[in-house]
């Protein structure tokens, strides 16, 4: 099976290490920088969602896509679906496991029910629209952290190497999942977010099982009914069917 093609119109740039690949898209953007991939060895200040720092040793995956993205910000958040979809996509073919990857909402790849990988997607606005995404990818290909450092409830923290004897190299990560990417974002644009839905659903982790949802300091327990159209999770509570439009989930 060949690679598919880098895809066209996409730069890429390649760091021993950085402060954060995040950071550096944000710093190429301000000085009127294209789309392009950011890889980078090591991160000193790797940053993940909900101020949390993001453990970034050698060996890893820490990626981000600048992009500049056109269309409402609701429009451009549901990238964050096709990139979770790329990235399983990409894991899948590169370990010919596809069985062992599912899918936890908002965006993150699980492999064996446990944390793997970590997506944050970061904008900055301009006007009615983004000015500029910065899509980082984080993936734990041969370390994961400590269980004893994630918070209480969080999934337990595994790498590709520990759960499959695989050792995958970023480089070859990326030379999957960046094609992979733009496909599904170019499907996102030419048939909106349908086919990205029912992919996203087809290898849900939970789907019709009890989850919990945690917005700020309330929590809501329910089961898992899928996502909407917009990307909302949906959760039948005792009390109804409640749509959540972004929140934490626990499983
Ligand atoms: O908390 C999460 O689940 C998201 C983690 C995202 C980590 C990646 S690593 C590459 C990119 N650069 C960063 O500083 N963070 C993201």
């Known amino acids: 099976m060949s690679a598919d093609p880098w895809p066209e119109g996409i730069g890429r740039r390649l760091l021993a290490e950085v402060d954060s690949t995040n950071a550096e898209a944000a710093r190429l ?7 392009c991939w950011i890889l980078a060895g090591f991160q000193t200040g790797g ?14 995956f820490h990626a981000t896509l600048l ?9 451009v958040a549901l990238l964050s679906f096709a990139v979770a979809l790329a990235l399983r996509e990409a894991l899948a073919g590169l370990t010919g496991l596809p069985q062992v990857f599912a899918l936890k909402w908002p965006n993150d790849v699980l492999l064996n029910g446990g944390k793997m990988a970590g997506i944050l997607l970061e904008s900055v606005g301009q006007g009615r629209g983004v000015a500029h995404l910065a899509i980082g990818i984080g993936v734990n290909l041969i370390a994961a952290p400590d269980p004893g ?6 999934l337990r923290p595994v790498s590709v190497l520990e759960e ?4 995958i190299a970023p ?8 094609p992979a990417l733009a496909r599904w974002q170019a499907r996102l644009e030419t048939e909106g977010f349908a086919p990205l839905r029912a992919e996203w659903l087809a290898h849900a982790a939970r789907l019709g099982e009890p989850i919990r949802a945690r917005t700020g300091t309330a929590e809501r327990q329910g089961i898992f009914e899928g996502i909407d159209a917009q ?12 749509t959540i439009p972004a929140a934490e989930v626990f499983f």
Do not use: C, F, Y
Request: aromatic share 2%; hydrophobic share 40%.
């Open 29 to 35: 953007a301000a000085s009127g920088a294209g789309p």
């Open 67 to 75: 992009l500049h993205p056109e269309g409402p910000p609701d429009r």
């Open 171 to 178: 480089e070859a990560l990326l030379d999957a999942l960046a």
């Open 47 to 60: 940053r993940g969602r909900r101020g949390r720092p993001w453990v970034s040793p050698r060996g890893n």
């Open 149 to 154: 450092a994630v918070e209480p409830g969080a």
């Open 231 to 242: 990307g909302a999770l949906i959760l039948r509570t005792a009390a109804g069917v409640d």
């Open 164 to 167: 499959t004897g695989l050792r």
